[in-house]
């Protein structure tokens, strides 16, 4: 099923305040595999120059897979979760995330385009504290593949 | 911080590195990522919607991909830009043998880089390349790191 054009430019969010923790960055750490202990060891990150222990640069998608979530699960874009395979990501980041940082994501739908049997979804989210500072936008591009 | 700006030479190729990924690795991610898409952790699943059997994340690759650089850097904090391409999957195979010394599940994901560009600010731009069981799996793919 083609994906509803209708849905570029629309933005969804900003959703429920995200709080990023110690213990979420340090499980995230693990689970990657990378090993700094500035995403552990407070005072190393402190000496390093930061306020807290902070992300790896890729956890800023845990913040922006929960703003899309609510977007991909609308009946009206049409897209099946179980075909989608992930086409191209890419962070800009303004500063690591840190523990402590309280911050909301907003997500646009910048183009929806279809390639033969597949549909490409490319989104944008823009992960700001509360207090209005950018941290990181994420860019997305999802492939439904065809069925 | 293990490189500094001023050694950073254009063209330098940062030392290949090899990581291996097995299911538990896959089910660790799922969790900490909140991505529990079952073609992830689950075979059959992953079969019946035509995939040769469960898969890595692309984000569990491009955290390889994103590591590789952290590591090189010594500060996760020192990457501003990262961009990838997925090109490729990973299929992530299952143990087929007892884990007594073999090691006959799971795959290899290989990530090199270059130094494509020094910029202003202390700041290079790195061409990472990722590839895994013959193929490129991470494509187009580059990060943008501060470095002291």
Same mark, same amino acid.
């Not at chain 2, 590789?68 to 992530?92: I, K, N, Q, Y």
């Not at chain 2, 020094?118 to 069981?133: E, F, Q, T």
């Given at each position: 099923?083609?994906?509803?054009? $209708?849905?570029?430019?629309?933005?969804?969010?900003? #959703?429920?305040?995200?709080?990023? &923790?110690?213990?979420?960055?340090? $499980?995230?750490?693990?689970?990657? #595999?990378?090993?700094?202990?500035?995403?552990?060891?407070?005072?190393?990150?402190?000496?390093? #120059?930061?306020?807290?222990?902070?992300?790896?640069?890729?956890?800023?998608?845990?913040?922006?897979?929960?703003?899309?979530?609510?977007?991909? &699960?609308?009946?009206?874009?049409?897209?099946?979760?179980?075909?989608?395979?992930?086409?191209?990501?890419?962070?800009?980041?303004?500063?690591?995330?840190?523990?402590?940082?309280?911050?909301?994501?907003?997500?646009?739908? $910048?183009?929806?385009?279809?390639? #033969?049997?597949? &549909?490409?979804?490319?989104?944008?989210?823009?992960?700001?504290?509360?207090?209005? $500072?950018?941290?990181?936008?994420?860019? &997305?591009?999802?492939?439904?593949?065809?069925? | 911080?293990?490189?500094?700006?001023?050694?950073?030479?254009?063209?330098?190729?940062?030392?290949?590195?090899?990581?291996?990924?097995?299911?538990?690795?896959?089910?660790?991610?799922?969790?900490?990522?909140?991505?529990?898409?079952?073609?992830?952790?689950?075979? =059959?699943?992953?079969?019946?919607?035509?995939?040769?059997?469960?898969?890595?994340?692309?984000?569990?690759?491009?955290?390889?991909?994103?590591?590789?650089?952290?590591?090189?850097?010594?500060?996760? /904090?020192?990457?501003?830009?990262?961009?990838?391409?997925?090109?490729?999957?990973?299929?992530?195979?299952?143990?087929?043998?007892?884990?007594?010394?073999?090691?006959? /599940?799971?795959?290899?994901?290989?990530?090199?880089?270059?130094?494509?560009?020094?910029?202003?600010?202390?700041?290079?731009?790195?061409?990472?390349?990722?590839?895994?069981?013959?193929?490129?799996?991470?494509?187009?793919?580059?990060?943008?790191? =501060?470095?002291?």
């Amino acid at each position: 099923m083609a994906l509803n054009e $209708e849905f570029v430019g629309r933005v969804f969010g900003p #959703g429920e305040p995200y709080e990023v &923790s110690r213990v979420k960055i340090a $499980e995230f750490a693990d689970a990657i #595999g990378e090993p700094s202990e500035l995403c552990r060891d407070k005072a190393a990150a402190q000496r390093a #120059g930061y306020p807290d222990v902070i992300a790896p640069p890729t956890l800023a998608i845990v913040i922006a897979m929960a703003s899309t979530a609510s977007m991909h &699960s609308e009946p009206g874009l049409g897209l099946d979760y179980s075909m989608v395979v992930h086409g191209e990501e890419s962070f800009s980041h303004s500063r690591p995330l840190h523990a402590g940082d309280v911050v909301v994501a907003t997500t646009t739908v $910048e183009s929806i385009r279809a390639l #033969g049997a597949m &549909s490409m979804l490319v989104t944008s989210t823009d992960i700001s504290t509360t207090d209005g $500072e950018h941290v990181c936008t994420a860019k &997305s591009t999802l492939v439904e593949r065809g069925k | 911080m293990t490189v500094k700006y001023a050694d950073v030479a254009l063209g330098a190729e940062i030392p290949v590195k090899r990581y291996r990924v097995t299911r538990v690795d896959l089910v660790k991610y799922a969790g900490a990522s909140g991505d529990f898409n079952p073609i992830h952790w689950n075979e =059959r699943f992953a079969r019946s919607v035509g995939l040769p059997g469960v898969i890595a994340h692309g984000m569990y690759t491009m955290a390889q991909a994103g590591r590789f650089v952290t590591e090189w850097a010594g500060d996760p /904090g020192a990457v501003l830009e990262f961009g990838v391409r997925f090109s490729g999957m990973v299929p992530v195979p299952d143990d087929t043998d007892p884990p007594l010394g073999g090691t006959t /599940g799971g795959a290899t994901i290989e990530v090199s880089g270059t130094v494509a560009e020094k910029l202003g600010d202390n700041k290079v731009a790195v061409d990472i390349v990722a590839r895994s069981g013959g193929t490129k799996v991470l494509t187009r793919s580059h990060a943008v790191v =501060r470095l002291p």
